[in-house]
C-alpha cells in the first residue's frame, strides 16, 4: 500500500518561507520520479515541482526561482522549500510519485495572507 504523509504547511505572511516534507512508504522509493503538486479552491490540482530519481529538478514557471524541491533517498523523505511566498500560493499541496498510480496523502495546507 502507498502512503504519502506530508506535513510542514501554515498561514504565513507574503514574502514569508515554508519548508514542506513528505515521507513516502510503500513503494522503491529511489527508482521514482516525485513530484509537488498543488490544488488551490476550485482550481484543478497542478504539479509545481519535480525530481527525478538521479537528482535532476524541474518547475512550474509560477514558482521557479523560488520554489527548491530535494529528496533524500535514505529517509524515503522529499522536501520542497518555498520562499518568497504569494498569496497565490495558497494551495493544499500534495507529494506523489509521478508514475506511480493515483494514490495521494491528505496533503498540507499552505496559506499565504497577511
Known amino acids: 500500500q502507498v502512503l504519502y504523509a506530508e506535513s510542514g504547511g501554515g498561514l504565513v505572511q507574503p514574502g514569508g518561507s515554508l519548508r514542506l516534507s513528505c515521507l513516502a512508504s510503500?513503494?522503491?522509493?529511489?527508482?521514482?520520479?516525485m513530484g509537488w503538486y498543488r490544488q488551490a479552491p476550485g482550481k484543478q490540482r497542478e504539479l509545481v515541482a519535480a525530481?527525478?530519481?538521479?537528482?535532476?529538478?524541474n518547475y512550474a514557471d509560477s514558482v521557479k526561482g523560488r520554489f527548491s524541491i530535494s529528496r533524500d533517498n535514505g529517509k524515503n523523505m522529499v522536501y520542497l522549500q518555498m520562499n518568497s511566498l504569494k498569496p497565490e500560493d495558497t494551495a493544499v499541496y500534495y507529494c506523489?510519485?509521478?508514475?506511480?498510480?493515483?494514490?495521494w496523502g491528505q496533503g498540507t495546507q499552505v496559506t499565504v495572507s497577511s
Open positions: 525530481i527525478t530519481d538521479a537528482g535532476n529538478t
Open positions: 510503500g513503494i522503491i522509493f529511489p527508482i521514482y520520479a
Open positions: 506523489k510519485a509521478i508514475t506511480y498510480g493515483d494514490y
